[in-house]
């Protein structure tokens, strides 16, 4: 009924809505048969349906490699953000993630819904990776060493400063960027940009996110999650959760604000690495995501409903089929 309701209020989302599932419906049926490439390609679109798509449309070879590569990442991402994992077992798991790829019996039970399915059957994605050609496994392999050794780094670290929060979002983000490049060159399909425009594509969408999750984050249970940098939010309040309360409701819309024009700083590099890609569909896998993190952060200026849970991006404007 909910869906049903939105698309009376907004018609013009109807068209697009269709699209995405027909788009959807035709990626599902193009899914290998093979147990462990299956599970992957499904599990990919049950965690990002929009990327999902997008990679598909890749050439085999590639279109594999990409897969792998995010599957591996949300994997340690899920590992990251279950704050009811204890750091003295969180630690070391993040450490040797990059090991683990290569064992196909390795598995590590935690996560919620879709997350944890991916974690209890890893050992479907180390056999995928293990199949892979060797130049895209070390690329995979040196992003995923890298986030490993950085999300340690922040596990017992709140984000202070600004310097702070542009480290961890290249930590989280900023290799994934580096990444894509990574493999998009190993491809013979792009050339190998700077490391500073590929950096910039991740911390634009980390950045937006960030934003966009304050509540959820902020309310993680057992603990909170905080990210908005320290030297931002006590220019405006003396906690960061206290930007959620309503009589703080002025300071916490200028506080955002002042997050937002942060992200912003980022999109002048995310142009100039799109506008240097060769291949369509290399520009639609990176345009997509800039896109739609353009739209969130404008649903979220100056908007106090990022502190009351209420900001969400229709499916109709996400539509990218």
């Known amino acids: 009924m909910e869906s049903l309701r939105v698309i009376l209020w907004h018609p013009n989302d109807l068209y697009p809505l269709m699209k995405l599932k027909m788009a959807m419906g035709h990626a599902k049926k193009q899914i290998p048969s093979d147990p462990h490439w299956g599970f992957c390609y499904t599990m990919l679109h049950n965690v990002s349906r929009s990327f999902a798509l ?29 704050t ?6 969180k630690v070391p798991i993040l450490m040797d993630f990059h090991d683990h790829i290569y064992d196909t019996e390795w598995h590590f039970s935690c996560g919620k819904k879709d997350y944890k399915v991916l974690m209890d059957e890893f050992h479907h994605i180390s056999t995928a990776f293990l199949e892979l050609r060797r130049s895209y496994q070390e690329a995979i392999e040196d992003i995923t060493r890298r986030m490993g050794a950085g999300m340690v780094k922040f596990t017992c670290n709140e984000v202070e400063t600004i310097e702070d929060y542009n480290e961890y979002c ?3 983000a900023g290799l994934v960027g580096l990444g894509l490049s990574k493999l998009l060159h190993a491809s013979g399909k792009e050339d190998l940009p700077p490391d500073t425009l590929s950096n910039s594509m991740g911390l634009f969408l980390q950045k937006t996110n960030i934003i966009m999750d304050y ?17 931002i939010w006590s220019k405006y309040v003396n906690k960061l959760e206290d930007l959620k309360y309503e009589e703080n409701s002025v300071k916490a819309v200028h506080c955002l604000n002042d997050m937002v024009t942060n992200a912003l700083i980022h999109v002048e590099d995310c142009l100039k690495f799109m506008s240097a890609l060769r291949e369509p569909v290399s520009f639609r ?23 009351r849970g209420g900001v969400k991006m229709r499916h109709g404007k996400m539509n990218i089929a």
């Open 84 to 89: 009811s994992i204890a750091n003295d077992v």
């Open 170 to 172: 290249h930590y989280v």
């Open 285 to 307: 896998i990176c345009a997509i995501s800039q896109i739609m993190a353009i739209g969130k952060l404008a649903l979220c200026y100056n908007n106090i409903e990022v502190f």
């Open 54 to 82: 997008v990679i598909q449309e890749l050439d085999s070879d590639i279109r594999d490699a990409v897969c792998i590569f995010y599957l591996v990442l949300r994997a340690l991402d899920t590992v990251e953000d279950d």
């Open 215 to 231: 509540l959820e984050d902020i309310n993680e249970i057992p603990k909170s999650r905080m990210f908005w940098p320290r030297q």
